[in-house]
T-cell receptor, first 117, second 116 residues
Framework: DGGITQSPKYLFRKEGQNVTLSCEQNLNHDAMYWYRQDPGQGLRLIYYSQIVNDFQKGDIAEGYSVSREKKESFPLTVTSAQKNPTAFYLC????????????????FGPGTRLTVL | AQSVTQLDSHVSVSEGTPVLLRCNYS??????LFWYVQHPNKGLQLLLK??????LVKGINGFEAEFKKSETSFHLTKPSAHMSDAAEYFC??????????????FGKGTHLIIQP
């Protein structure tokens, strides 16, 4: 986990609410990623960012939004449009500047477990 | 397009016996391959990686994996299981010229159970 902080560890949301998950890193990595993990499905990419003020949709971006105003921070907002948000959310980082597909190793934060009540 | 198949969703072994977690991949180019481990409610930790150097890769905690291009496999092994090895293991392929938004494809995971 070292160098990547995710908060809160557990988060509960009522239906119709937006919630924001925090991810902060002090690894000086250029790229940051958000994944969603559901039991038996591995990790699925939500959004990623290669550089400040720029981000790209991943495979399951609908119902989520992100911002990258600082290199160290990549918050994820789960909006009310996400119909099934209960999951474990993982933030990751990687170094390099030539595009996320060329970053071989990703470093993961400890995760946030989101539950919809 | 690239893909990863972890052949077993669950593997159960006795403490002190060998561990084998199987992974097959498909990729159009020369991929990089990784194994990550995840303990309950934790993030993923890198065990080892193959990046076109030696085909036998040694990782942390006594794990190793062998890249076999002819079999498109990257199986993870450990000679003697320890109770602390109980976790979820993910095989990952990185193909910079392949499909996917970020070139990384995760397997669905293998849950390793260690019997005392």
């Amino acid at each position: 986990d070292g160098g990547i902080t995710q908060s809160p560890k557990y988060l509960f949301r009522k239906e119709g609410q937006n919630v924001t998950l925090s991810c902060e890193q002090n690894l000086n990595h250029d790229a940051m990623y958000w994944y969603r993990q559901d039991p038996g499905q591995g990790l699925r990419l939500i959004y990623y960012s290669q550089i400040v003020n720029d981000f790209q949709k991943g495979d399951i971006a609908e119902g989520y939004s992100v911002s990258r105003e600082k290199k160290e921070s990549f918050p994820l907002t789960v909006t009310s449009a996400q119909k099934n948000p209960t999951a474990f959310y993982l933030c990751a980082t990687a170094g390099g500047t030539s595009g996320p597909s060329s970053y071989n190793e990703q470093f993961f934060g400890p995760g946030t477990r989101l539950t919809v009540l | 397009a690239q893909s990863v198949t972890q052949l077993d969703s669950h593997v159960s072994v006795s403490e002190g016996t060998p561990v084998l977690l199987r992974c097959n991949y498909s990729s159009s180019y020369s991929p990089s391959l990784f194994w990550y481990v995840q303990h309950p409610n934790k993030g993923l930790q890198l065990l080892l990686k193959y990046t076109s150097a030696a085909t036998l890769v040694k990782g942390i905690n006594g794990f190793e994996a062998e890249f076999k291009k002819s079999e498109t496999s990257f199986h993870l092994t450990k000679p003697s299981a320890h109770m602390s090895d109980a976790a979820e293991y993910f095989c990952v392929v990185s193909d910079p010229q392949g499909g996917g938004a970020d070139g990384l494809t995760f397997g669905k995971g293998t849950h390793l159970i260690i019997q005392p």
